[in-house]
């Protein structure tokens, strides 16, 4: 790959409003843009004395239209190695699937974000596995937003999913830490989806990916006039889910005057736009979700204690994936049933060999990063289960030692052997085991004892001598 200060990225589009705007934002993070306009410049450029120092492509599927597919795959042709990102304003997985097996390397669906933008170049351009790939697409796929979609057995997760689900029924804010792509949003969901307020509005606001000079009218809306610009009044989010639920994400970058304004509007409970000259009493749940542990954050003096108090009377943690590798196995089989349901793809199993490897990999991404490696060893698999043989640059990244513990024995998602090579005790195993049993049944325990072949008596005296908290 180029130098940073020498990456040039050929951006293929006819709009020059949207060609202004990639190639100011790719400029912030030290690349070089060279935009053509339509499919023959692009592929003559590839000869060219720029073309051979490309290190990216970012194909607009307008300007070839239908013929998108056939054209990433002549770009491919000619230089193999080059990573092909496609721009769309399609959702459809039949043509994300289409773009994939022609070589595109990410597809973003338009407005794309300036950050998700930068990763995807990013991660393009390095030989890291890609942990925000396709996460626009896999996220759309369908889910129910309630409990039962939480697949996971482990304690941390288990105790989670109970203190969620028994707030569930309030409405006085919750705070929901953990780590990005570790299913922070979808929990949140799920709380909406129990609460009194399910029938009315949600609404959910990435506090990361809206500008700083924005996210003030976002959130308290404006008066026409209150500042240059301002041609029109706005209602903001706040106003707008009167009655019904709030979701910031990414709250740990909210701009400290704008802390001050969201802990009054937490403690009054009211809400005054910009440049209006009174307030409006609004009654709205606000859900917090932070990537990092904002007690720590508040602690440093990076950001409001009397916010951090007021916004965490109810907090609860999400453990990383790496900290769960006993539910890899109920999370794979879950997402491959979801994504052979989307057009182009079909039912796919997965072998034990396969996740064992998931399981040795520590996921940075979290459950995000999995369900969008498994949609691209979904994509191109040619058997009937999806294999080690499927997840290539996986096993390079283990067998260099991802996690440092040496080779990992695993059965079913189940660890048999410890790091030394020795058994582990039959009790840890037969814990991991009624886990993962939870897991794949969903806590329906009925269904777990019966598929264990024992008892329910049995099953929760198991449980309170294991320690493991069934609650949901």
Sequence with gaps: MADCDQRLVMLIDDEPAQSRLITALAAREGWRTLVVRDADAAIATLGTRQGMLLSAILLDQWVPGDDACNLIAELKSRRPALPILMLTTSASPLLAVEAMRAGATDYLIKPVAPDRLMQALRTATTRETPRAELAPLTEKLAANPDFDAMIGASPGF??????????????GPVLIEGESGSGKEMLARAIHAASMRAKLPLRIINVGTTPPNSIESVLFGHEKGAFAGAFDRQIGAIQHCDGGTLMLDEVDRLPEPIQHRLLEALTRGDCRP???????RVDVRFLFAANFALRDLAEEGHFLPELYQAMSAVALTLPPLRERSGDIGALARHFLGRIGEQPGLRPLGITDGALALLAAYDWPGNVRQLQAVLFRAAVFCDGDALTCDDFPQLADLVSQGSRGNGPVHESAGITLFTADGNLRPLED??????????????????????????????????????GIDNAA
């Design 429 to 466: 195993i037969e814990g991991d085991v009624i886990r993962l049993a939870i897991g794949h049944y969903r806590g329906r325990m009925t269904e777990v004892a019966r598929r264990l072949g024992i008892g329910r008596s049995t099953l929760y005296r198991k449980l309170s001598d294991l």
């Design 274 to 280: 910009i440049g209006a000259r009174h307030s409006f």
């Design 158 to 171: 288990r105790s989670a999913l109970a203190i969620a689900a028994k707030s569930a029924r309030g409405h």
